[in-house]
């Protein structure tokens, strides 16, 4: 079993600037890839990024590349989102996840990841 808790989200200014964090509970936390995902209000939960086990495959929607930076801390088991240059599209809840059957990549279907976390929103405000 593991527990993933998000936090950072909240209310930014389009253009600005926001950091999420997930905290993982296993100590094995760096045998899993890990991804973000999002899902806003009336639509379906899209894929935002994703990072391997050892954080040297990474991955992007085409929506956030060039904006958004996934990375993660296997000393702390947390994987962390940093948005940038955001926009009222970005609001949505977030979501992180865990893929403990990936070998080495990283998958974009949320159907293949095996936890979740609660969510945390953000909000994009113009």
């Known amino acids: 079993q593991v527990q993933l808790v998000e936090s950072g989200g909240g209310l930014v200014q389009a253009g600005g600037s926001l950091r999420l964090s997930c905290a993982a509970s296993?100590?094995?936390?760096?045998?899993?890839?890990m991804g973000w995902f999002r899902q806003a209000p009336g639509k379906e939960r899209e894929f935002v990024a994703a990072i391997s086990r050892r954080g040297d495959n990474i991955y992007y929607a085409d929506s956030v590349k060039g904006r958004f930076t996934i990375s993660r801390d296997n000393a702390k088991n947390t994987v962390y989102l940093q948005m940038s240059s955001m926009k009222r599209e970005d609001t949505a809840v977030y979501y992180c996840?865990?893929?403990?059957?990936?070998?080495?990549?990283?998958?974009?279907?949320?159907?293949?990841?095996?936890?979740w976390g609660q969510g945390t929103q953000v909000t994009v405000s113009s």
């Open positions: 996840a865990a893929d403990l059957r990936s070998l080495g990549g990283v998958r974009i279907n949320p159907t293949e990841y095996d936890y």
């Open positions: 296993r100590r094995t936390f760096s045998s899993y890839a």
